[in-house]
């Protein structure tokens, strides 16, 4: 998905700002992203593109914590 926002451009700006993003690029991307690493080479540039990222990294940080509190209480359980 983020390869698309990507490469379609922004309709705010009549699809004038789109980039040439490869699939890899863009799944290294959103790997990196949501490991929370961040390496900075490779950033959302058009407006959707932002948006998409904002609203992946805050729904994979609660994923995460999810998980981290699911196997904290699945652990307290077996210690029963």
Known sequence: MFEQLENNGDP???????????FWDSFYYVLITMTTIGYGDIC?????????????????????????????VMSMWSLR
């Open 12 to 22: 705010f700006y009549d699809y004038s700002n789109s980039s040439e993003l490869a």
């Open 44 to 72: 959302p540039g058009t407006v959707l593109a932002k948006m998409f990222t904002i609203i992946f990294v805050v729904a994979a940080l609660v994923s995460i914590v999810d998980s981290i509190v699911d196997v904290s």
